[in-house]
């Protein structure tokens, strides 16, 4: 079955930033900003928005790409929906069954992808997948959503993980490295089943595991020796770097404060390290690659690519030092800089796409 043409990816990828805006603006009105949206509801929907409305819509439809199958396109199809679906008040139980729809989806084409290249890079990213689906799952099934907000998150870790094993094949690891790194990818998946049952042991070492997880690839990603180098190949380099950090943040905050226990300020500070200090960096570092990628665009770097990872990193200490302080006030404030670092983020990509778009055109119009 031939591959979706990109001009029909397009849409895919704009329900995936929906989820993001909104996500968002629902994160700002849980800190307290009056933030005008369709209903306050929405603030309960924060987590799902931006887990699996945003990131589930757009690693679906990258692994769709990769397998150049129209059936794969319903997974980014489901979670996109799902998001619009939490934004305009369906029924909770139709927008978490898109979810599983999408899940199965998308482990399915994992599997597939694991079964055309037999690698520890592709095993871990089906198992990254199997997260997700088990995380809606369980939401679906009636479990209150913090115990989905594990999976969800080692969804994204695991996923991250695998992608960047699979550049290390250009400083391939020593055999005792790999075997390392198959260990704590072991006690993560342990952990995280775990969870389910014993929410406050299982997310510790959860925290242990991503405590290791990061120096592991702060010490065999190929970054370490591109930061070196300039332009975009450094500026991604930073990006990972400085996401490994904040890795290592939230690991350290899980381990040695309790978890991932819904309500005191360390909850707030590990998923926010983790989801917006790792997982957003990966992303900025990672936008110049996919983005031509799935939308055939071009994506030039300029040094304003520096300005919303400044933004992010700056935001999050503020957040993480109310957090440390049980203030309230200036967490809220950290909160709204996060939404200024996104938001500075999507602008610099269209502004990057738009100046790709006409230097594409000058190049055509000199022949």
């Not at 129209?70 to 939490?86: D, H, M, N, S, V």
């Not at 993480?320 to 996060?338: E, I, K, P, T, Y």
Request: glycine share 10%.
């Amino acid at each position: 079955m031939p591959d979706v043409r990109t001009p029909y990816r397009i849409p895919l990828l704009a329900l995936a930033f929906v989820s993001l805006v909104i996500g968002v603006a629902a994160g700002l009105l849980r800190l307290g900003w009056n933030v005008p949206l369709p209903s306050t509801e929405l603030a309960a929907f924060h987590g799902p928005l931006m887990v699996s409305g945003f990131f589930g819509t757009v690693i679906s439809l990258e692994r769709a790409v990769a397998l150049a199958q129209r059936w794969a396109y319903t997974g980014p199809l489901a979670a996109g929906a799902a998001g619009l679906g939490f934004i305009f008040g369906a029924p909770p139980v139709v927008c978490e069954s898109l979810l599983v729809v999408a899940g199965v989806v998308l482990l399915a084409g994992s599997v597939q992808v694991y079964l055309r290249q037999r690698a520890l890079f592709t095993f871990t990213l089906a198992l990254g997948s199997a997260c997700w689906l088990i995380g809606n799952a369980l939401w679906l099934a009636g479990m209150p959503i913090y115990s989905a907000i594990p999976l969800w998150a080692g969804f994204l870790v695991l996923t991250i993980a695998g992608e960047r094993l699979e550049l290390s094949r250009f400083l391939p690891p020593a055999p005792i490295a790999k075997r390392i790194f198959v260990v704590i990818i072991a006690a993560m998946i342990a952990a995280l089943l775990g969870s389910i049952a014993y929410a406050k042991i299982g997310t510790s070492v959860f925290g242990a595991a991503l405590l290791a997880l990061a120096l592991w690839l702060g010490r065999q990603d190929i970054a370490r020796r591109t930061v070196r180098e300039s332009g975009l190949t450094r500026f991604i380099a930073v990006c990972l770097l400085s996401g490994y950090a904040w890795l290592a943040t939230a690991g350290a905050i899980m381990l040695f404060a309790g978890g991932l226990a819904p309500g005191p300020f360390s909850y707030d500070a590990a998923l926010h390290a983790l989801m917006l200090g790792f997982v957003f960096s990966m992303v900025f570092g990672h936008a110049p690659i996919i983005f031509p990628a799935v939308a055939k665009v071009r994506m030039p770097f300029h040094s304003t690519f520096y300005v919303p990872l400044t933004l992010l990193h700056l935001s999050l200490i503020v957040r993480l030092a109310g957090d440390a302080m049980a203030n309230a006030d200036w967490r809220s404030a950290g909160g709204a800089l996060n939404a200024l670092a996104l938001a500075a983020f999507v602008i610099n990509t269209i502004v990057a796409i738009a100046r790709g778009s006409t230097t594409r055109g000058r190049e055509i119009a000199r022949g």
